[in-house]
């Protein structure tokens, strides 16, 4: 029997926030939602609701369910380039032709720090290109923009994209002699008991045997008229940095709360990549890989939001509060972020 809708008048604190992401789901807004809720490091609110497969009837997991986290890939890259950082491998200021000499000379250089932080000049998606389903490597998806002018001189401007991550990837490939893949398992994952965090071919989602010992792939749905249909099938690889990974909410609030109490990294790293970029005089609310900002209520936070195909994801952490954001959907943009924010409002108080 489909679950009622609750009635959130008297509600508040984190029953409120509770009843909210059950009413998405009570009132059709959302085929599933995963939360975990961590504050001063203890686990408040961890969490399903709805469906990871609604025509299997296949309850989704805050511990289980393998979902899309879209853009916050971006954040285990950085932790990732902060290893190499700390190791020798790689210098955030020297120009990415260092590392990849086959890149079409420009005008201008640009930087690994450009890069990372979404200054590099390099342009966004077009057309399609944001629900590419093909299979490509790192590599042969550079063809896709590489001859293509840049959008304003280096350092110059701030154009978010996910294109400026493949680019970083590559770099990092060539500097570490390791696929990327390879290099963010051994020196992010595996050291912060990530154990339900894969890339697409690792979970099993572009066919063959899922390397899974537990978390299952959910299905991804768009909206349709008529509720929710099967999003369209996407291949990730190739952007796995800047948006290919899948996780659950659980192993992402660990991500997050490692992040908060300061661990792989050194806190000089932690502070370079946690620090707003400057253009033109002004702060872009972006480090490199993190979202630097605040949110509606002047509340700083670090972390990511993402979109992507069958996806709409939210890793937060609020240092000045303790407490860490780890929310996850399995459907494109579901227009639902007016709920969002008053259910977290009331978490964050």
Request: glycine share 10%; aromatic share 10%; proline share 5%.
């Amino acid at each position: 029997m489909p679950a009622k809708a609750r009635n959130l008048n008297g509600l508040a604190g984190l029953e409120l926030t509770d009843a909210v992401f059950h009413n998405l789901v009570a009132n059709h807004r959302l085929p599933g939602l995963a939360v975990s809720l961590m504050a001063h490091g203890e686990s408040v609110l961890h969490k399903a609701y709805g469906m990871a497969d609604m025509a299997g009837q296949v309850p989704m997991d805050p511990d289980h369910s393998l979902l899309r986290i879209a853009s916050i890939s971006k954040c285990i890259t950085a932790l990732a380039l902060g290893r190499m950082m700390e190791a020798g491998l790689i210098d955030l200021d020297a120009d990415f032709r260092e590392y990849v000499p086959e890149y079409p000379q420009r005008e201008y250089g640009f930087s690994l720090r450009q890069l990372a932080g979404h200054t590099a000049g390099i342009r966004g998606y077009r057309g399609k290109e944001y629900a590419l389903d093909r299979n490509l490597s790192i590599e042969q998806s550079i063809e896709i923009f590489k001859n293509d002018p840049l959008v304003y001189p280096p350092g110059e401007g701030y154009l978010y994209n996910s294109f400026d991550f493949v680019l970083l990837s590559l770099a990092m490939e060539r500097a570490s002699g390791t696929p990327f893949a390879a290099y963010v398992r051994k020196n992010v994952l595996d050291p912060l008991g990530l154990r339900a965090t894969f890339s697409p071919k690792e979970a099993g989602e572009l066919g063959g045997t899922p390397e899974l010992q537990g978390p299952k792939t959910a299905k991804f749905y768009a909206r349709s008229n008529h509720g929710f249909r099967l999003a369209r099938p996407v291949d990730n690889t190739y952007k796995l940095a800047g948006g290919g990974y899948l996780s659950t909410a659980a192993d992402m609030a660990r991500l997050g709360q490692a992040v908060l109490e300061g661990l792989l990294l050194e806190e000089s790293t932690y502070e370079t990549l946690l620090t707003s970029q400057i253009v033109q005089g002004m702060p872009t609310y972006y480090g490199l890989g993190f979202q630097v900002s605040r949110d509606g209520k002047g509340r700083e936070f670090v972390g990511h939001m993402g979109n992507s195909v069958g996806a709409y994801t939210r890793l937060y952490m609020y240092p000045d509060h303790q407490k860490v954001v780890s929310l996850l959907i399995n459907c494109s943009d579901p227009k639902v972020q007016e709920e969002l924010d008053r259910a977290l409002d009331s978490f964050l108080g």
